[in-house]
Every structure is written in structure tokens, then in C-alpha cells.
């Protein structure tokens, strides 16, 4: 029994030292690295219309995990949903996005930020017709505080494009009336 007591005890001093013993600072990379705020243009929550100025839907996108990763949750004005995952893959330095849709379709497209905004190319997976195809995205921060998303898909292997989704996001209005 004393010798039952005695590693207890032991136990108790050994692990009162190890939580006395000063903890390593924080690191937070994706803080620190500005290649991780490039997209930070979209963060917001906002109305989406499409380009002749009927809403398309909502859009929240919010920065997560550290700074890691860009977290989009997407509602249509018919009611569909999506949710993308972005994140800088730093290996490879560039921008990822991987979205899917409630109605099964996939989009898996990286690249980076140029001159025109932030353009990712891949494919779109379409669950209901069993296809995929080439897509392409480019984010477009506006001068007077929209961003403008513009998605295009590829019938013939990149060859043409033509417009899939032109966006328009607008940051809803707080009312700050209830305060």
C-alpha cells in the first residue's frame, strides 16, 4: 500500500512540475505568411446577385483554424446550398478551393492571385449527368467594395469557355438600430 501511495504521489509532484514548467508560444503561421490573406477580399457576409441584378443568393465566407482556412457557406435564392473549404497549399504555393454542392456537385480548382483577381482553374463534377469538365473561377475585388465572381466551364477540353456563373457580392447591411 506505501508503495501504491508513493507513485501517486510521485505521479502528482512529476506532473505539478511538467504544468509548472513554462509552455512553448504559440505559433500561428498562416498569421504571419501574407500569402494566406490574398483572399481575404472575400471574407464577409453577403448578397449575391447575378449580372443582370436578380439575387442569386447568400454567401457567409469566414477566415478559420488560425488563419488557415477561408470556410464559404453558400445558400441560393432557390434554396440550394454549398460549402467550400480554401486554403493556401503551401507546398505547391497556391490557392485551393474543394466545393460541394447539396446537390451532390464537386468543384476542385487551385491557382493563385494575378493581376485581374484570384483565379482558379480545374474541374466541376457534376453528380446528376455523371460528368466532368474544365472550370475556371476568377474572384475580382471591385473597386466600390463588391467582389465580382466570374465561373466559366469547358464543353471541349479547355479548347472554349463560356460563362457558367457571373456573381456579384454586395456586403448585407448591418442594422445597428437594435443595439
Same mark, same amino acid.
Given at each position: 500500500?506505501?508503495?501504491?501511495?508513493?507513485?501517486?504521489?510521485?505521479?502528482?509532484?512529476? &506532473? !505539478? $512540475?511538467?504544468?509548472?514548467?513554462?509552455?512553448?508560444?504559440?505559433?500561428?503561421?498562416?498569421? %504571419? #505568411?501574407?500569402?494566406?490573406?490574398?483572399?481575404?477580399?472575400?471574407?464577409?457576409?453577403?448578397?449575391?446577385?447575378?449580372?443582370?441584378?436578380? &439575387? !442569386? $443568393?447568400?454567401?457567409?465566407?469566414?477566415?478559420?483554424?488560425?488563419?488557415?482556412?477561408?470556410? %464559404? #457557406?453558400?445558400?441560393?435564392?432557390?434554396?440550394?446550398?454549398?460549402?467550400?473549404?480554401?486554403?493556401?497549399?503551401?507546398?505547391?504555393k497556391e490557392w485551393v478551393q474543394i466545393w460541394n454542392s447539396g446537390d451532390g456537385s464537386?468543384?476542385?480548382?487551385?491557382?493563385?492571385?494575378?493581376?485581374?483577381?484570384?483565379?482558379?482553374?480545374?474541374?466541376?463534377?457534376?453528380?446528376?449527368?455523371?460528368?466532368?469538365?474544365?472550370?475556371?473561377?476568377?474572384?475580382?475585388?471591385?473597386?466600390?467594395?463588391?467582389?465580382?465572381?466570374?465561373?466559366?466551364?469547358?464543353?471541349?477540353?479547355g479548347a472554349t469557355w463560356a460563362t457558367w456563373f457571373d456573381g456579384y457580392y454586395t456586403?448585407?447591411?448591418?442594422?445597428?438600430?437594435?443595439?
Amino acid at each position: 500500500m506505501k508503495s501504491l501511495i508513493s507513485i501517486i504521489i510521485m505521479s502528482l509532484l512529476f &506532473l !505539478a $512540475g511538467a504544468s509548472c514548467a513554462e509552455a512553448p508560444a504559440r505559433q500561428y503561421p498562416c498569421q %504571419e #505568411n501574407k500569402q494566406f490573406d490574398e483572399f481575404d477580399f472575400w471574407v464577409g457576409d453577403w448578397d449575391v446577385h447575378g449580372a443582370a441584378g436578380k &439575387l !442569386a $443568393g447568400s454567401n457567409v465566407i469566414s477566415k478559420s483554424h488560425n488563419g488557415c482556412v477561408l470556410i %464559404e #457557406n453558400w445558400t441560393s435564392a432557390g434554396g440550394g446550398t454549398g460549402m467550400s473549404i480554401n486554403y493556401f497549399d503551401h507546398a505547391n504555393k497556391e490557392w485551393v478551393q474543394i466545393w460541394n454542392s447539396g446537390d451532390g456537385s464537386q468543384i476542385n480548382i487551385r491557382g493563385g492571385l494575378t493581376a485581374d483577381g484570384m483565379l482558379l482553374v480545374g474541374t466541376i463534377h457534376t453528380v446528376g449527368d455523371k460528368t466532368t469538365q474544365p472550370f475556371r473561377g476568377l474572384w475580382t475585388a471591385l473597386p466600390d467594395g463588391r467582389v465580382r465572381q466570374f465561373f466559366e466551364i469547358s464543353t471541349d477540353d479547355g479548347a472554349t469557355w463560356a460563362t457558367w456563373f457571373d456573381g456579384y457580392y454586395t456586403r448585407k447591411v448591418v442594422d445597428k438600430s437594435s443595439d
